[in-house]
Structures are given as C-alpha cells and as structure tokens.
C-alpha cells in the first residue's frame, strides 16, 4: 500500500514559478515509476510529466516542455515537480501517481495503481 501527498499548489500570477512537492508513504514508493497529471475543469486527466524508477528517465508533454522539471528523492520518498514560466492554461488539478509494476516511465493513466487527492494550481493572467 502506498499513500501520496500532495501540497505547494496555489495561486500565482502568470510568468511565476510553483514547485510541488509530492510525499509517499509505503515501503514500494522507490519501486515504481511516477508520474504528475493534471485535469482542468470539465477536461480530461493528462499526463504531464513521468519518471523513471531510477529517475533517471524522464518525459514531458509538449505543453510544459522546458518550462516543468520532474524529480525524485527515493531516499526522501518524495516526488517534486518544479513550474517555472507558468501561464493561465496551466490552472488544473494536479496529481501525483505512482506505477508500482513499472521500472519504466510510463504516460498511460491505467497503469498507475496509486494517486494523491491533488492539489489546485491556478495561473491568473
């Protein structure tokens, strides 16, 4: 069993910066690959960014690429993604997952068994 946390979502003005910070309980947090996913209102869920097991692989959409880093701290438990150049599409609901049969970074939603209750970003213009 493993349970997320996620915080340092918040309101902040466009061109700023946010970092979420996403903490796990369980002893299967370092074996499994992540991921953060956010849903704006009345959209679906998408994947914005993953991880590798070892952290050493990453992805980004298209939409955040150069601007969001994703990073972990397996020893910390703890899974980070950092928003710089933030704009007003970016307002969403942002959760973290955790894909516990992956070693691999992974995009599909249905292969995260774990996710977290979220945490709003809104981007004001």
């Known amino acids: 069993q493993v349970q997320l946390v996620e915080s340092g979502g918040g309101l902040v003005q466009a061109g700023g910066s946010l970092r979420l910070s996403c903490a796990a309980s369980?002893?299967?947090?370092?074996?499994?690959?992540m991921g953060w996913f956010r849903q704006p209102p009345g959209k679906e869920r998408e994947c914005v960014a993953a991880?590798?097991?070892?952290?050493?692989?990453?992805y980004y959409a298209d939409s955040v690429k150069g601007r969001f880093t994703i990073s972990r701290d397996n020893a910390k438990n703890t899974l980070y993604l950092q928003m710089d150049s933030l704009k007003p599409e970016d307002t969403a609901a942002y959760y973290c997952a955790i894909a516990t049969a992956r070693r691999s970074l992974t995009t599909n939603l249905g292969e995260y068994d774990y996710w977290g209750q979220g945490t709003q970003v809104t981007v004001s213009s």
């Open positions: 991880i590798s097991r070892s952290g050493l692989i990453t």
């Open positions: 369980g002893r299967t947090f370092s074996s499994g690959a």
